[in-house]
């Protein structure tokens, strides 16, 4: 019983008290520091930062406060046909095929090659494969197939009042609805 007592005793010595009240100790033996209820007509601002979110053991993801990534405007899109600018694969010409907006990179049909091994399991052996490797979106230019020249992106309404994107050089428009009905079935039998 006595030694329930000095139990009981420690414990109530250890516990947090509630906000407002003031505390004598904590766990470690240090001052807890005390909570004061903010004066009547004293307002308070809170402040918003943007959460920094794991994504890979070396690399950061920016968050907003929702924990939703934070996802850059990119100036091509899935199906463009862009120019690698600069980088080991610079002058070459591809098709985008996917889009990382949240670090602003883009993988680039048959560039950019790196050399994945992949494990064998029971029944098949281990192979290297060679997949590509992303290229951020500040190293390529979209392309014009026909003038064969690489050019910057502007924006323009159409007479219909549909906004549209073209090539800065050359004044060839880039979104097409049959370009996005193609891409879009590309992407169903993929």
Request: charged content about 25%; glycine content about 8%.
């Amino acid at each position: 019983m006595a030694g329930m007592a000095a139990l009981q005793g420690a414990m109530a010595s250890l516990s947090v008290s509630a906000p407002g009240a003031a505390s004598t100790s904590s766990f470690w033996g240090n001052r807890l520091a005390t909570y004061s209820a903010p004066q009547p007509g004293i307002r308070f601002m809170v402040k918003i930062c943007p959460i920094e979110m794991r994504l890979k053991r070396w690399e950061r993801k920016k968050c907003k406060p929702n924990s939703l990534p934070v996802l850059h405007k990119m100036h091509v899109r899935i199906g463009d046909t862009v120019q690698v600018i600069a980088g080991r694969e610079k002058g070459k010409v591809g098709e985008v095929k996917r889009l990382f907006k949240h670090n602003s990179t883009v993988l680039v049909k048959d560039l950019n090659l790196k050399s994945k091994h992949k494990k064998g399991t029971g029944d098949e052996p281990g192979e290297i494969v060679m997949i590509e490797g992303p290229i951020h979106s500040s190293n390529v230019m979209l392309y014009s197939k026909e003038k064969s020249v690489a050019s910057r992106v502007g924006h323009k309404f159409l007479e219909d009042g549909t906004k549209v994107r073209y090539l800065v050089k050359t004044g060839e428009v880039i979104d097409s609805v049959e370009k996005w009905v193609k891409v879009f079935k590309e992407g169903d039998s993929e």
